[in-house]
Structure formats: structure tokens, C-alpha cells
């Protein structure tokens, strides 16, 4: 399984607000049945077993952000590949959590 951090940011906009620009990059990859994605304060996790669609994920996002008339965009894409285990986004948040419940190793 493949997870990947995506965090997009539009510079030179009148705002520093970026959570229209966010919300019409993950509206952009909705129709994406094998890339899952969960919205974080600081990105976008996404979940796909295949990489190509992480980056075809990507590149779509980033040009919904440029649609809406913004002429530079940063990206930064954080990739996480495992092959020995299959592992969803939520089974990994559930690994940490169990550490935090317990009272040490």
C-alpha cells in the first residue's frame, strides 16, 4: 500500500488563507475510487496501491489550484511505500494510538 502526504500551497494570492484552494484540489480528485484520502490541519493523506495514482492524484490537484487563476503553486509530496505489510491510513493511526492508550513500552 501506498501512503503520501501532499501539501499544496498557492503563492501570490490576495489571501493567506488556503482552504478554498485545498477544497477544490481534493473536489478535483473525488471521482478516484482507488485513492483514498483523509484532510489534515498541516496536508492530504492519500491511500492507493498503486504509486502512479498518488502522482496522477497529484498532478490533477495541483492544476485545479492553477485553474483557479493562481500562476505558482509549491508542492510538497511526502511518500510512504511498504510492500511487507498492507496497511491502510486508519490502521496506521491505530498503531500509534494503542502506544498513547498504554502506559509505556
Excluded: C, W
Excluded at 36 to 58: C, H, N, Q, W
Excluded at 76 to 89: A, E, G
Aim: hydrophobic share 40%; proline share 3%; aromatic share 6%.
Amino acid at each position: 500500500m501506498i501512503h503520501a502526504e501532499i501539501s499544496i500551497y498557492p503563492i501570490g494570492t490576495d489571501s493567506t488563507s488556503v482552504s478554498i484552494y485545498v477544497a477544490r484540489a481534493i473536489e478535483a480528485i473525488a471521482d478516484f475510487k482507488d485513492v483514498k484520502y483523509k484532510i489534515t490541519p498541516m496536508g492530504t493523506v492519500l491511500e492507493s496501491d498503486r504509486i502512479e495514482r498518488i502522482f496522477e492524484a497529484t498532478k490533477i490537484m495541483t492544476d485545479a489550484v492553477h485553474r483557479m487563476g493562481v500562476k505558482r503553486v509549491e508542492v510538497i509530496l511526502k511518500i510512504d511505500s511498504r510492500s511487507d505489510k498492507n496497511q491502510t491510513i486508519d490502521s496506521k493511526v491505530d498503531s500509534v494510538n494503542k502506544y498513547l492508550k498504554s502506559e509505556g513500552p
